[in-house]
């Protein structure tokens, strides 16, 4: 599996599509190509606040679940500062 491939999987992009595959290109170059940043990066923008209300119609906001999945690819820091 490519790492677009290996991106779309873990940001859910075939159930909830949000980007295009040269959008996914830019932000996997941009990460040097790191999936997990990338997912972490795409995960984030898809946490946008979803939900709608028109005329007494809601829909689910699907922010929450978006930012769950990126907790599993947030790059802790475990450096020591001087």
Request: hydrophobic content about 35%.
């Amino acid at each position: 599996m490519d790492a677009l491939e290996q991106l779309k999987l873990n940001i859910q992009e075939k159930r909830c599509p949000f980007f295009d595959d040269e959008e996914l290109l830019y932000i996997l170059k941009k990460n040097d190509f790191d999936v997990e940043k990338a997912s972490y990066e795409c995960l984030i923008l898809k946490s946008e606040q979803t939900g709608l209300t028109v005329s007494g119609l809601t829909t689910k906001d699907t922010s929450e679940y978006f930012k769950r999945l990126a907790s599993n690819y947030i790059f802790v820091n475990t450096g020591v500062l001087n």
